[in-house]
């Protein structure tokens, strides 16, 4: 599971890359929906009805039976090329490109008042998108705005600096051996608590300093070139002997860190410790120090690795001082090389996008802007969006399928032949305990304190990172604010936070392919009904059915159902195991195992969901597919993704979602319901043995 930092703020459970558009827009106009509260047909007429199939799509070459994924996305898989300035491209992406140039008209026509009051939103993200379109002036400061902090770094005489000053540059948003974020207790959900966990390293994953295959040796020596270049633009004299020790002390940092797969245990990652525990675990390092840097009055704090900070004391005290301020001094100017003039610019991009992940072209500077004024300012940009891409209806009927998913999943828990009566009355509590938010907030976020100037791109950002950080920090001591959300309305996703027990849905992810308006019940029901249920099934995942419905990490499960759930667990990992995008290379079964339980349970549920909208009847065939082809249709369709090579290794080290294709045929093959529905039989490729199926919820 995703925590919350004040610098990725998201406890999301994501489904994919963020994006939105304007396409759910005009399936307005072409419809009227009903308003009832039990279905979702749009009912102008019979004739009126469209499958939401994009039927140029369908590769006919290949049978439904062998491989769904390419039989319903084939055509757009072989002729739609990656962006020269992206890693991957498929249905998120191409809603946010839309989204991108929608916002731009917004940000654009707030730079262009000259009227706009101080302190206004509007004046702030005006200001924001000059700051980052002034490359002339980017140009000309180089790394001068970083020269201040980087003297603070370079003047420190001895060790016992070293707690604070990692704190403050961390505040400013710099990378450091580990870091913090507050959000609620998990054993105590209605109360707030500080977290500590592992960090500071420059590569995607501690397994990039650990594989000594021909492939990682030559990323770490890339990017050993990269520190010392980064390092040498910054003035650095000695930049490559400074490279060699920041490679050194980051793989001693990475061998002392859990894997993303210990981390993902909710239970072992929950360590209570008193100030003082930590202050003795970290051994030399002044953590009274560092905490009274970071404005924190706290007796007791979570700690999620006390390994990796026990064998932190240890790196600490054997690394020099002068070892210290060049990995300190690195990371900072890394943090905005981004920001910075060309020179910096053009060198993070050769390493981070075109080394890391095969990007070809940077994005036009405008798309940067974009993102990063989403990123800085995202609710102000937020409140437009919804205001002219989000209209009622679509929030009214999400709300009438959120109801009926939370129905059919409350008839697949009394359905199961693996759990006892005791712990399905504890399941259906925890489910009728879910809180789901649609759309929007109903509170937005207080930018007035943020100060954002014209002409100090860097200083916006290192302001924002202050204050999103006091914002955070100073929950600690109050009720916990529970209407907050972790994602902007613009953002093409969803999650579930377990500590919250909610499941929310921006505005932006309800729009074709994912919501369509204007569709039958069956596309819909196949695409946002089964997000719905993934991120209801997040609930009742591996680590999520930890958590009760009250957010509190607590057992509430009988012994003998818990070991029937984590063997069929097992069975799935096996299953995903075995899927290879590359020889060398699989899918992780046991980091991907949280997301695929959500979407094999998602997706049963939303099936359970349709038929139960029917009541009784049969669906109406369209475009020549019966409504249960069309439903599953509707699945492949939101997930079809190009990827480059670069960035497809990248996920299977580091994204606990499995690759697109899998999504489909790892789930389908083992829906009962599917084969029914396409005549799957035993010669067919994606068929698998009954008693090889895995069935949870």
Known sequence: MKKVTFLATSVALALGLTGCGEQAKTATATATATKTANTMV?????????????????????????????????????DTKIPDDKSNYGSFTQLYDNSQAALKKVIEAAAANATVKAGSDEQKLGDFYKSFMDQSTANKLGFDPLKADLANIAALTDKKGLAGLMAELRIKGSNTPFAWYVNNDEKKSSEYALYVFQSGLGLPDRDYYLKNDEKFTKIREQYQTYITQLLALAGDENAADAAKNIIALEAKLATAQWSRVENRDATKAYNKLTTAEVDTLLGDFDFAAFLAQSNLNVKELIVSQPSYLAALAGIYAETDLTVWQDYLSFHFVNTYASKLGDEFVDLNFAFYSTTLRGVEQQQPRWKTAVDSANDVLGEILGKVYVKDNFPPEAKQR???LVNNLIKAYG??????????????VAAKEKLNKFTPKIGYPDKWKDYSALEIKAGDLVGNFIRHSQWAYADMSGKLGKPVDRSEWFMTPQTVNAYYNPVNNEIVFPAAILQPPFFNLAADDAVNYGAIGAVIGHELGHGFDDQGAKYDGDGNLRDWWNETDLAQFQERGAKLIAQYDGFKP???????????????????????????????????????????FTGEQRFFMGWAQVWRRNYRDEELRNRLMTDPHSPSQYRVIGILSNMPEFYQAFAVKAEDKMYVAP????KIW
Do not use: C
């Open 582 to 624: 590359f020889d060398d290379a699989h899918v992780n079964g046991s980091l991907t195992l949280g997301e695929n339980i959500g979407d094999l349970g998602g997706l049963t549920v939303a099936y359970k969901a349709y038929q139960m909208s029917l009541s009784g009847n049969k669906a109406p065939e369209i475009d020549g």
């Open 398 to 400: 999400m709300g009438v």
């Open 42 to 78: 749009v009912n102008e007429a019979k004739a009126a009805l469209v499958s939401g199939i994009e039927l140029e799509n369908i590769d006919h070459a290949v049978r439904a039976q062998d491989d769904f994924y390419q039989h319903v996305n084939g055509v757009w898989l072989r």
């Open 411 to 424: 008839v697949a828990i009394d359905e199961l032949e693996w759990m006892s009566a005791e712990t399905k």
């Open 691 to 694: 008693e090889q199926r895995v």
